[in-house]
């Protein structure tokens, strides 16, 4: 069974770092591709990233290079550095089984909320 959870939300300040973990189980993340979308409150899922297994990265354009999505192997654990964050950052992020074309219908986590305030 296709199990995702999610971790490392929270409060962080504008200008602030997170790291978001996202556990898998069922799969493995190192033969799969994986995505972070979010959703802020209000508005529908939005793509952020996605990892191939050949380890190719993909990113919204709309980022501006500040988020990193990276996995360990041996922990078979997905990550997302969350740099120089703004309020526009605020949502609920989810890790997905799938790439860019699943951000909406793959198999993803309950979802991490952060929150972006001073």
């Known amino acids: 069974e296709v199990r995702l959870a999610e971790s490392g939300g929270g409060l962080v300040p504008p200008g602030g770092f997170t790291r978001l973990s996202c556990a898998a189980s069922g799969f493995t993340v190192r033969h799969n591709p994986m995505s972070w979308v979010r959703q802020p409150p209000g508005k529908g899922l939005e793509w952020i990233c996605s990892?191939?297994?050949?380890?190719?990265?993909h990113y919204s354009p709309s980022l501006n290079g500040r988020f990193g999505i990276t996995r360990d192997v041996p922990k078979n654990t997905l990550y997302l550095d969350l740099n120089s964050l703004t309020t526009d950052d605020t949502a609920t992020y989810y890790c997905?089984?799938?790439?860019?074309?699943?951000?909406?219908?793959?198999?993803r986590g309950p979802g991490t909320r952060v929150t972006v305030s001073s």
């Open positions: 990892l191939d297994p050949d380890g190719m990265s």
């Open positions: 997905v089984k799938g790439d860019k074309s699943a951000a909406t219908s793959g198999p």
